[in-house]
């Protein structure tokens, strides 16, 4: 496995659009978070860094999915205090959870069809000197996207619901986009009608 990268799975949302409950409601057959943990614990990673806040079961899920994976010992469960004030402090919460490393993969926990065999390429490209590395289909970027270290101040400094886009938009050519077909990189669940 390659060293020096971590990922973290952002999980701890309220669902508020979908009604609540989103990440545990069951999505073909397993609750719709597992796709995203699945697909983290595929990447080339050490560990995987869930934050957790605005429902109690989906710690309980992840548990569950990392006993029957064999994956215990790879999880990482951190609790965001503010995810309340959006995305950044989700983001900040997993950053400050971490150990000392050259990248790391940021997932959504909403996005359960993450194409498995592009979470090498990503990490070729950082490895390769790119800033970040993120899939791109149809010409439109997609997730998961994997950000060096350098990144992790910019990353830091994000407020309210603001994930790492705006970052990915300013790197220009520091940012690798690796195509792909698979409309996987996506797909996700904002609405019961979605599922």
Known sequence: MRRGFEAIVLAAGSGSRFGG?????????????EGALAAA?????????????ADDRVEEAALAFARRWGES??????????????LSA??????????????VFIFLGD?????HGLLDALADAVEQGAAAAAPICGGRRGHPA?????????????????????IL???GDRLALIPTEDE???FDVDLPSSI
Request: glycine share 10%; hydrophobic share 45%; charged share 20%.
């Open 169 to 171: 938009d300013d790197l």
């Open 146 to 166: 994997l950000l060096s270290q350098d990144l992790f101040d910019a990353l830091r400094a994000l407020s309210g619901d603001q994930g790492a886009r705006s």
């Open 90 to 103: 989700s983001l900040r919460a997993g950053l400050a959870a971490i150990r000392d490393c050259r990248g």
């Open 41 to 53: 614990f595929a990447a080339p990673a050490r560990c995987v860094t869930v934050v957790l806040g």
């Open 184 to 186: 996987g990189v996506l």
């Open 73 to 86: 010992r790879r999880l990482n469960l951190v609790y965001a205090a503010d995810h309340a004030h959006g």
């Open 21 to 33: 409950g989103k990440l545990v409601s069951d999505f073909e057959g397993a609750p719709l978070i």
């Open 111 to 115: 996005m359960p069809r993450i194409p």
